[in-house]
């Protein structure tokens, strides 16, 4: 799987982990942050989501002109790098207001854009060599990978420090209480009667924890615990620093190992004997055409795919158990699962008919090691355990790492068989599959009723849905992300003329970002209409994205001749 790429790839690849870690770490309390600090609705938070990633996705547009045509690269790559510690840093301040939040989004915004398209031009460069160009879409899954290793760790390391501070003030954390506490207070300022007070009460209560905070009634309690869960927010946003910083380092200190291909080219391309030749008016206006027609689709896709961090995300908080038993907890629990997947990948080992006997022994240890510790772990837990909605977000990257592998050597199987899809078929079977995961929403929200039916948390548990129906989402959407994302991002690198390569990887991530805006944007339908309608909208739009792929699938094939 690793034979025969460049080392540059590597250092790629941790650099972006380092990147990707902070901005998932952000991103899977973003939501919740938004909700518990400042009392926004579903459609509210939605709108600064998708604004949000709009701006992450659509300002690689700009960095890729930079790139290109001002300060190449590798600069243009670090100042982004720079700037996104700035606006983690700002954004990781306790009792900042909206304006100061929004600010530091922005800085966010404009250090991705920076960063993000370029560094995947550079993979892209890489490869650009005709004895490399055959591993350019294994690289690019590889690259992926990486992403998603980071974005693996991130919301666990969000959950934990989180439940960190709250412990330090003697809370717990309990999904229900923000909103009910936001409706209280408003309430109460306006002179009303709060309806539910026995039961906020009662809830109230049994969030605490410790003996560092005595309850006193409903209105102070109600403030404390905003302003500490919130608080708890700002930390896990100070994570992204550090890793950040791991990402700075590691792009700066191995620069030697990717220097070759860090310039700004002219508008040539390699032939098969590694000749240049010019690209002739119209061999560029064909490959710019193919890439448009791809753009279009690309914002459907991510319209789709982006509500993990939204409408998934409150359908976690909401309409899913919030306690599991102790067994089903190890999904759930780095401490457990971490094993597990040791003692997975040592059996592995174990079974590999090519492995050397010692690969063998080191497997057995991993599979006796890791059994223990798990054991250990889960032996532990209580009989019933609670579950926060963000740690849902950690299903997709550890699926991505396991199933990369398997998605590769399927590739490569194929590919010595001579049967191996191209690209564009590829990105047309993704979409297919990313229907098939909401498929599965649609048949387990069929019943539930529409958002408004109920107050944000207020579900009783005997209401909500078992967390495998939301498991399979992810994975099957999963698949799905590593047959069309990664595999976009390669057809770009390899059919944007070489002089637009940094602007065509950010005409990718451009689309992306009104794909991003669209997932917020569409926070009324997820109001106001049943949950089911809701699911199925992006079903349909997904299913007429496939069809149009497959119907200019020979336009698309031909963009690199």
Same mark, same amino acid.
């Given at each position: 799987? &690793?034979?025969?790429?460049?080392?540059?790839?590597?250092? *790629?690849?941790?650099?972006?982990?380092?990147?990707?870690?902070?901005?998932?770490? %952000?991103?899977?309390?973003?939501?919740?942050?938004?909700?518990?600090? &400042?009392?926004?609705?579903? +459609?509210?938070?939605?709108?600064?989501?998708?604004?949000?990633?709009?701006?992450?996705? /659509?300002?690689?547009?700009?960095?890729?002109?930079?790139?290109?045509?001002?300060?190449?690269?590798?600069?243009?790559?670090?100042?982004?790098? !720079?700037?996104?510690?700035?606006?983690?840093?700002?954004?990781?301040?306790?009792?900042?207001?909206?304006?100061?939040?929004?600010?530091?989004?922005?800085?966010?915004?404009?250090?991705?854009?920076? *960063?993000?398209?370029?560094?995947?031009?550079?993979?892209?460069?890489?490869?650009?060599?005709?004895?490399?160009?055959? /591993?350019?879409?294994?690289?690019?899954?590889?690259?992926?990978?990486?992403?998603?290793?980071?974005?693996?760790?991130?919301?666990?390391?969000?959950?934990?420090?989180?439940?960190?501070?709250?412990?330090? @003030?003697? !809370?717990?954390?309990?999904?229900?209480?923000?909103?009910?506490? #936001?409706?209280?207070?408003?309430?109460?300022?306006?002179?009303?009667?709060?309806?539910?007070?026995?039961?906020?009460?009662?809830?109230?209560?049994?969030?605490?924890?410790?003996?560092?905070?005595?309850?006193?009634?409903?209105?102070?309690?109600?403030?404390?615990?905003?302003?500490?869960?919130?608080?708890?927010?700002?930390?896990?946003?100070?994570?992204?620093?550090?890793?950040?910083?791991?990402?700075?380092?590691?792009?700066?200190?191995?620069?030697?190992?990717?220097?070759?291909?860090?310039?700004? @080219?002219?508008?040539?391309?390699?032939?098969?004997?590694?000749?240049?030749? +010019?690209?002739?008016?119209? @061999?560029?206006?064909?490959? $710019?055409?193919?890439?448009?027609?791809?753009?279009?689709?690309?914002?459907?896709?991510? %319209?789709?795919? #982006?509500?993990?961090?939204?409408?998934?995300?409150?359908?976690?908080?909401?309409?899913?158990?919030? +306690?599991?038993?102790?067994?089903?907890?190890?999904?759930?629990? !780095? @401490?457990?699962?971490?094993?597990?997947?040791?003692?997975?990948?040592?059996?592995?080992?174990?079974?590999?008919?090519?492995?050397?006997?010692?690969?063998?022994?080191?497997?057995?240890?991993?599979?006796?090691?890791?059994?223990? &510790?798990?054991?250990?772990?889960?032996?532990?837990?209580?009989?019933? %355990?609670?579950?926060?909605? =963000?740690?849902?977000?950690?299903?997709?990257?550890? *699926?991505?790492?396991?199933?990369?592998?398997?998605?590769?050597?399927?590739?490569?199987?194929?590919?010595?068989?001579?049967?191996?899809?191209?690209?564009?078929?590829?990105?047309?079977?993704?979409?297919?599959?990313?229907?098939?995961?909401?498929?599965?929403?649609?048949?387990?929200?069929?019943?539930?009723?529409?958002?408004?039916?109920? $107050?944000?948390?207020?579900?009783?548990?005997?209401?909500?849905?078992?967390?495998?129906?939301?498991?399979?989402?992810?994975?099957?959407?999963?698949?799905?992300?590593?047959?069309?994302?990664?595999?976009?991002?390669?057809?770009?690198?390899?059919?944007?003329?070489?002089?637009?390569?940094?602007? $065509?990887?950010?005409?990718?991530?451009?689309?992306?970002?009104?794909?991003?805006?669209?997932?917020?944007?569409?926070?009324?339908?997820?109001?106001?209409?049943? =949950?089911?309608?809701?699911?199925?909208?992006?079903?349909?739009?997904?299913?007429?994205?496939?069809?149009?792929?497959?119907?200019?699938?020979?336009?698309?094939?031909?963009?690199?001749?």
């Amino acid at each position: 799987m &690793f034979k025969g790429h460049p080392k540059g790839l590597y250092v *790629f690849l941790f650099a972006n982990m380092g990147e990707r870690f902070g901005y998932y770490t %952000m991103l899977a309390i973003f939501i919740l942050f938004l909700q518990a600090k &400042f009392g926004m609705n579903a +459609e509210q938070a939605g709108a600064v989501y998708g604004t949000f990633l709009f701006g992450v996705y /659509f300002i690689p547009l700009i960095g890729g002109i930079i790139a290109d045509r001002v300060l190449g690269f590798s600069k243009t790559i670090t100042l982004g790098i !720079l700037l996104m510690i700035a606006g983690y840093f700002f954004l990781a301040q306790p009792g900042s207001s909206k304006i100061m939040i929004y600010v530091a989004l922005g800085i966010i915004s404009v250090g991705t854009g920076f *960063f993000k398209g370029n560094l995947q031009a550079l993979v892209g460069k890489l490869y650009d060599d005709a004895n490399l160009n055959k /591993f350019r879409d294994a690289a690019f899954n590889l690259f992926y990978m990486g992403i998603n290793i980071g974005a693996f760790f991130a919301p666990s390391a969000a959950n934990k420090m989180s439940n960190w501070i709250l412990g330090k @003030q003697g !809370l717990s954390y309990n999904a229900n209480i923000p909103s009910m506490a #936001h409706d209280y207070l408003d309430t109460v300022s306006k002179g009303g009667v709060f309806e539910n007070t026995e039961q906020y009460t009662e809830m109230a209560k049994s969030a605490i924890t410790g003996t560092s905070y005595q309850f006193t009634n409903l209105s102070e309690f109600s403030t404390f615990y905003i302003d500490t869960l919130s608080e708890s927010y700002s930390y896990g946003f100070g994570l992204a620093i550090v890793s950040i910083i791991f990402s700075l380092t590691i792009f700066l200190v191995f620069r030697k190992s990717y220097k070759h291909v860090d310039i700004m @080219q002219k508008h040539v391309v390699k032939a098969a004997d590694d000749k240049t030749i +010019e690209l002739t008016p119209k @061999q560029s206006k064909k490959r $710019m055409t193919a890439l448009g027609l791809v753009f279009i689709v690309n914002v459907f896709f991510w %319209m789709a795919f #982006h509500q993990n961090g939204f409408t998934l995300t409150i359908f976690a908080r909401d309409y899913t158990v919030t +306690e599991v038993s102790r067994l089903n907890y190890a999904w759930f629990d !780095l @401490q457990a699962l971490l094993p597990i997947i040791a003692a997975i990948i040592g059996f592995i080992m174990v079974l590999g008919k090519k492995n050397k006997p010692l690969i063998k022994m080191i497997g057995a240890g991993l599979v006796v090691v890791g059994s223990a &510790f798990a054991y250990y772990t889960i032996s532990n837990f209580d009989d019933s %355990m609670p579950i926060s909605p =963000m740690i849902f977000q950690h299903f997709n990257p550890i *699926f991505i790492v396991f199933v990369t592998p398997v998605i590769i050597g399927v590739f490569t199987m194929l590919r010595k068989r001579g049967k191996e899809p191209s690209s564009p078929r590829k990105i047309g079977i993704g979409l297919l599959l990313a229907a098939l995961s909401f498929m599965i929403m649609i048949i387990v929200s069929f019943n539930l009723g529409s958002a408004q039916d109920f $107050m944000p948390g207020a579900m009783a548990d005997a209401l909500r849905v078992t967390p495998y129906w939301l498991i399979a989402t992810y994975f099957s959407l999963t698949i799905s992300e590593l047959f069309y994302s990664p595999i976009g991002i390669s057809f770009v690198s390899k059919v944007a003329p070489p002089k637009w390569a940094g602007f $065509m990887q950010g005409g990718w991530l451009g689309s992306t970002a009104i794909g991003n805006l669209l997932a917020g944007l569409i926070g009324p339908f997820w109001q106001q209409w049943e =949950m089911w309608q809701f699911f199925a909208l992006l079903v349909g739009m997904l299913l007429l994205s496939a069809a149009f792929i497959f119907a200019i699938m020979k336009t698309l094939e031909r963009a690199t001749e």
